[in-house]
């Protein structure tokens, strides 16, 4: 990096809404990189999808954008893009690829203009439902010995709508305030928590989401929670949210 007082770096703002997360297993992967620009390019796939709470999700970016930066509708520049080569960018994606940090989805129904999609290589989700099994079942147990009396299969019964209820209870609350915390991390407001917990009670929060990453993709809102409420309030959005079996 240049040191001269012309080109120094002025800082680094304060963390608010123009930040994204980084794994704390990242300096252990980033050791093993020995090309610059396999990593800037993994560190920007992970910037237009992690930044956005999109974190299993492929994003078409051109070549001309992982160089000079992403655009908007309008052909805006949002960002900087990576400051590579168009052959630094080929080699440092195929390289990603190559080595497991990226994951490409290739659409080459028109030969002529071939489109990848690229998002970070994921692992399998850990199926946590296991302790909560457990839990439920110390619970029904202390059920059962309060109604002894009860037939078997009643019993059996019983058991099963409370563990059904229980863990129903437990996946809404889980999943809202999930969503809750995706949107006030989108869009850089947790102190509007409790709000958010709100909209995702009454609306599908996929919607939510998708409208959140619509205002920060979009990078002209200096409030995206004000602009976000504004659209909360159009009487065309559904007034529930969907239920999912």
Request: net charge neutral.
């Amino acid at each position: 990096m240049n040191t001269s007082t012309d080109h120094q770096f002025a800082g680094f703002s304060k963390p608010e809404a123009n930040f994204f997360r980084l794994p704390n297993e990242w300096t252990d992967i980033t050791a093993k990189v020995t090309s610059l620009a396999e990593m800037k390019l993994v560190e920007y796939v992970l910037k237009h999808t992690w930044g956005y709470s999109e974190f299993d999700m492929v994003k078409k970016i051109t070549t001309d954008e992982f160089m000079y930066g992403r655009k908007k509708k309008d052909g805006e520049r949002i960002d900087h893009g990576t400051g590579l080569s168009n052959k630094s960018v080929i080699e440092g994606l195929n390289k990603a690829v190559e080595h497991g940090l990226l994951e490409v989805e290739i659409d080459d129904a028109d030969k002529a203009r071939i489109k990848k999609f690229y998002k970070l290589k994921m692992k399998t989700p850990i199926v946590e439902d296991e302790p909560e099994q457990n839990e439920t079942r110390a619970d029904v147990k202390k059920v059962h010995s309060s109604y002894v009396t009860s037939s078997q299969r009643s019993e059996k019964n019983t058991q099963e709508r409370y563990i059904n209820v229980r863990k129903q209870h437990k996946k809404d609350i889980n999943e809202t305030e999930y969503y809750a915390h995706l949107l006030a991390e989108k869009l850089g407001d947790q102190k509007s928590l409790t709000y958010y917990k709100i909209a995702c009670q009454r609306h599908d929060p996929h919607l939510l989401l998708q409208k959140a990453s619509e205002i920060m993709a979009d990078g002209g809102a200096r409030n995206p929670g004000a602009v976000f409420a504004d659209w909360l309030k159009t009487p065309t959005i559904p007034s529930s949210k969907v239920s999912h079996p």
